[in-house]
């Protein structure tokens, strides 16, 4: 089966950096997206990591390691707009267009 | 100029009524879904089409049937709603790169069953 894992909450203050990790059991997958969805909105895509390593993209940055199953979001310069929820996501090998998301991370970002 | 959307925003009905959602997608994408998320917020796939073909149906009650007239459009019909059916649902899109998996998310149709 394919489980995703993340912590359901994570506080931070403003102008600080912030780990969102995801663990995953799975027995392969294409690789590593992550979402950002604020209350009441949609998800909108942050990144994408096929390879293992880190993907930057601004203030937000991404890290996948296969070899431990591991893989997190990284936030720098926390802004209170980046107070939201975060999912990590697979898509396992032969599923076709299927997506699994882990169960999201409310991140609290404080003055 | 909206990449994806969705009609409508917000949907109350009884039990025992059948609804529909509309989506459309201007992006010229060749897959679209339908995602469940619950209270909880567990975003949870139920349909996806590529091509107008259904590629997943993800042990969904036959109540929902989703409906792919063109690339560019996939709706939802569901019937005899029940109260279990009361969440927030969501039509994305995406181009099929091989791997790659970049969606685009609908704004969501936030679906109440009284």
Known sequence: GQSLEQPSEVTAVEGAIVQIN?????????????????????????????????????????????SDSYGYL???????????????????????????FGAGTRLFVKA | DTAVSQTPKYLVTQMGNDKSIKCEQNLGHDTMYWYKQDSKKFLKI????NNKELIINETVPNRFSPKSP???HLNLHINSLELGDSAVYFCASSQDKGSYDEQYFGPGTRLTVT
């Open chain 2, 46 to 49: 139920m349909f996806s089409y």
């Open chain 1, 22 to 66: 995801c663990t995953y059991q799975t027995s392969g997958f294409y690789g590593l997206s992550w979402y950002q969805q604020h209350d009441g909105g949609a998800p909108t895509f942050l990144s994408y990591n096929a390879l293992d390593g880190l993907e930057e993209t601004g203030r937000f940055s991404s890290f996948l390691s296969r």
């Open chain 1, 74 to 100: 990284l936030l720098q310069e926390l802004q209170m707009k980046d107070s939201a929820s975060y999912f990590c996501a697979v898509r396992p090998p032969g599923g076709g267009f299927k997506t699994i």
């Open chain 2, 70 to 72: 063109d690339k560019a």
